[in-house]
């Protein structure tokens, strides 16, 4: 399964100040169950992806340039 990377802005981070910052972009992962849940999987900056409130998040769409520069860092 090839699926295109998402990525997220953090815009709430009230109950998790220390895994999550403000405004910055966050790597999002598949997750289905966590979905039906209204959850999104987010490799957060411990570097572990955990699930956290949707509400969260926005979704972004990102330039190429952008998308690959990254990933490369992950």
């Given at each position: ?14 109950e ?41 998040f926005v ?16």
């Amino acid at each position: 399964m090839n699926t295109k990377p998402q990525f997220a802005i953090c815009v709430k981070n009230e109950e998790y100040p220390a895994s999550l910052q403000l405004w910055k972009v966050y790597r999002v992962l598949p997750d289905d169950k966590g979905a039906r849940h209204n959850m999104l999987r987010v490799i957060d900056e411990s570097g572990e992806d955990y699930l956290f409130s949707a509400s969260y998040f926005v979704p972004v769409e990102l330039p190429q340039a952008a998308e690959s520069a990254l990933l490369a860092t992950a």
